[in-house]
């Protein structure tokens, strides 16, 4: 198994804010926000392989149907998906000898908003809490076990249509020994009764810096769920 997947594996198992808005989301103004949301409307955005491209596929291993993504750098757990909701879930991956990418994305509909606002409310708390930074020695030398890194963290407003939350960066670079670096953007949006995550996770190996292309196709993505999810409301 090669080490880009070992690490994306590891990943999806595990300032002044500027407002963002995302791609192919509008904002249709306050008679549309709020309201209320199926499951049907959920399972509407999840995604398929080809949605991203030719070389995703749907991994053989997923995360747990009762935690979310991790939203903190480092070692870090997955929080557990607060509340009582229905989950909608789907999770995609592209691996390659020289890097890796994964997406996750996960849909909780509550009975009414104000469960929404509760559940949003720990989401917030817990994202409040990480830590700036985080660092992490080599795990003993076995396959399962992931590289010494020290990882950053951004956490910025989001704002898309009715849709609004926050999004957390992560910024991975392993030691020496084994270079290469990760970058993890988790986005978290309520609206209705209804909490969206997403999370984009891309593995590099040997020595990269973070391009702009990052955020761009973390946006894209994110956009597309959202407005599927939205389209199909509207109809």
């Keep these: ?18 407002t963002l808005a995302l791609a192919g989301c509008t904002d249709d103004g306050d ?11 959920l399972q509407a955005g999840v995604l398929q392989p080809a949605d991203i491209g030719s070389t995703w596929k749907r ?8 935690s979310i993504m991790q939203l903190c ?14 989950v909608v879930t789907g999770v995609l991956a592209d691996e390659g000898d020289k890097g890796a990418q994964a ?3 996960i ?14 409310t720990s989401l917030q708390d817990t994202m409040e809490a990480c830590p700036p930074t985080a660092s992490r020695s080599a795990g003993p030398a076995k396959e399962s076990s992931e590289a010494g890194y020290t990882e950053s963290i951004t956490i910025d407003p989001l704002v898309s249509g009715g849709w609004k939350g926050f999004v957390t960066q992560r910024h991975k670079i392993y030691e020496p020994t084994y270079p290469g670096s990760a970058d993890v953007a ?15 996770a891309v593995y590099w190996v040997g020595e990269h810096s973070t391009g702009p292309e990052f955020r761009t196709d973390w946006n894209r993505i994110t956009g597309t769920v959202l407005s599927r999810v939205d389209a199909k409301r509207s109809k």
């Design 1 to 18: 198994m090669s080490m880009a997947t070992r690490s994306l594996r590891l990943l999806t198992l595990g300032g002044v804010a500027v």
């Design 31 to 41: 008679a549309a926000r709020g309201g209320t949301y199926t499951t049907a409307m």
């Design 59 to 66: 991994p053989e291993q997923t995360p747990p149907p009762s």
């Design 73 to 86: 750098p480092g070692a870090a757990a997955r929080p557990p998906i607060p509340g009582s909701p229905a």
């Design 103 to 105: 997406f996750e994305q």
């Design 107 to 120: 849909g909780l509909l509550y009975k009414d908003a104000p469960a929404m606002e509760k559940a949003f």
């Design 186 to 200: 988790v986005a978290v949006v309520g609206q209705g009764n209804a909490i969206i995550l997403t999370s984009y």
